[in-house]
């Protein structure tokens, strides 16, 4: 694994995430994504949660089971999320003083060991240690924030990031209606998945909450200077 030159420190947010080893699909179905979001929650505290028993053979616990039983110490504070099919970003701030790499070297386990003992494989399921990249500014942090949740964009309009759009307002309701990202908790949707992420703190840094109609443009703005996956 190659080493990481980013310092995390408390409360600074950082941008994290990786991909399948090989570009390969880490989220086969559902209840793929539904294990890795209840991770989020599992893995994301000081104490211990078992998401279920699915390595001996017995019924896992939901997602609302697990959300309804996340503990209160967390390592991370989770600003956003998103979950495509062969990798993922967060939005994370460090909460106390090696919170990050804890929480994401739980994940990466929990997660990888559910995957290969379903899917019958060995080995890695991500390429090497997570990526992550420091926000520095308030400009960069609404840009971030909004790139993490345009990200899904490419599943209904492949070509979006060229400025190439078919269909605008139903590409609209396709983002909002995605349940593995954190944007439909943005945009006021009431659901079980809004206690994975920490909104209220991320909208003490913005000057206004993000806006749908500004959200594909400013994360096409970060992909074009910025984008590694």
């Known amino acids: 694994m190659g080493e990481r030159t980013v310092q995390f420190a408390p409360e600074e947010w950082y941008h994290c995430y990786n991909r399948g080893t090989d570009k390969r699909k880490i989220f086969m179905d559902t209840g793929d994504r539904e294990r890795m979001l209840a991770l989020l929650c599992a ?33 991370v504070d989770m600003g956003a999320y998103n979950l495509m099919p062969n990798h993922y970003h967060f939005f994370l701030r460090e909460r106390a003083m090696g919170g990050i790499t804890s929480f994401m070297r739980k994940l990466g386990t929990a997660y990888t060991m ?23 500014t308030d400009q960069y942090f609404g840009r971030v924030l909004n790139y993490i949740h345009a990200n899904h964009a490419e599943l209904y309009e492949p070509k979006w990031k060229q400025g190439i759009i078919r269909n605008a307002s139903k590409l609209k309701k396709e983002l909002v209606q995605y349940r593995y990202s954190s944007l439909p908790d943005y945009c006021g949707i009431n659901r079980p998945e809004s206690a994975i992420i920490d909104k209220e703190a991320v909208l003490q840094i913005l000057d206004n909450p993000p806006r749908l109609d500004d959200l594909l443009d400013d994360a096409r703005t970060f992909a074009v200077y910025e984008e590694e996956l």
């Open 43 to 75: 893995c994301n505290s000081s104490e211990t949660i078992h998401v279920s028993n699915f390595e001996e053979g017995f019924r896992s616990k939901s997602l609302a089971d697990v959300l309804r039983i996340a503990g209160k110490k967390h390592l």
């Open 114 to 136: 559910y995957f290969n003992i379903k899917y019958e494989r060995t080995g890695v399921l991500f390429q090497g240690t997570f990526k992550a990249k420091h926000i520095n």
